[in-house]
């Protein structure tokens, strides 16, 4: 069994998003503890990239901070290697393709079996595309997570049938960011996923209130928060965990 999925295995999965070296690794790892003890299942660490074009003005700007603080991919696997020996709950990278390129995606892979990362989403690569990543991720056993929109439809259930770890679906089109509002059909999406795999589906994508949270969580097996998160990090700096891990506890307490 993937490791990924013992993060839902306590009824509904919360999972948080932090991008490594926003304002600095220091105060990240001082999140990821806040987060981990105050009731995440699964944490996405950010490494950040010049052009990340998933992402809304929140994350776009922690992408900016961690990048001109001079944080590099080496040092985000020596900070996770550091990481493992406390945090034991499932992590993953959430990246872009030109990260892993510019890297070695062998070199990549490698280094994130030997830190203990337990997944890798890569946004900007879509479904037809993964088979430049995945050879590398089934080698060194890192699941490479699939993404499914509210555009996917007809092929929702070929992606389904072939994913790894769990199934992200995003709740609205555009980038990430905070919503007033939920509009997408998500049940029918989550519907056609079950009906092509047993693995666990999580929501993500404009969730911000402990209302929205609840609301995905009936709907689906987790909730994936993160520019919410990220702004606390943008309002606060370096005192910002404290504040990340009363925001956890709420939003976990929420999705039961």
């Given amino acids: 069994m993937s490791n990924i999925q013992k993060a839902f295995e306590n009824g509904k999965a919360f999972i948080t998003f932090l991008t490594c070296g926003d304002p600095d690794l220091q105060t990240t790892a001082a999140a990821v503890r806040a987060a981990a003890e105050n009731g995440a299942d699964l944490i996405e660490l950010g490494i950040p990239f010049s052009d990340p074009t998933a992402e809304g003005p929140v994350i776009q700007g922690a992408n900016l901070r961690a990048l001109s603080g001079g944080v590099t991919t080496d040092e985000i696997f020596d900070f996770v290697e550091q990481l493992r020996k406390e945090i034991t709950i499932p ?20 280094a994130c079996q030997k830190v203990g990362i337990d997944g890798l989403i890569l946004p900007d690569v879509p479904y037809e595309e993964k088979e430049e990543f995945l050879p590398f991720c089934r080698k060194y056993g890192v699941d490479l997570i699939s993404l499914i929109a509210p555009t996917s439809q007809n092929r929702i259930a070929m992606i ?17 960011g905070m919503r007033g509002e939920i509009e997408t059909d998500l049940a029918s999406i989550v519907e056609a996923v079950r009906q092509n795999t047993d693995l666990p589906c999580a929501i993500g994508f404009g969730i911000s209130s402990p209302e929205q949270a609840k609301k995905m969580a ?3 097996d987790g909730v994936i928060v993160g520019s919410a998160v990220v702004k606390l990090l943008e309002e606060h700096g370096k005192d910002a965990p404290s504040y990340i891990g009363e925001y956890v506890k709420v939003m976990k307490k929420a999705i039961g």
Avoid: H
Avoid at 160 to 176: D, M, P
């Fill in 91 to 110: 992590l993953v990278f959430m990246t872009y393709a030109n990260v892993v390129f510019s890297y070695g995606p062998d070199r990549f892979l490698s």
């Fill in 160 to 176: 389904a049938k072939e994913a790894e770890g769990f199934l992200y679906i995003v709740s609205s089109l555009g980038v990430t």
């Fill in 218 to 220: 009936d709907t689906a």
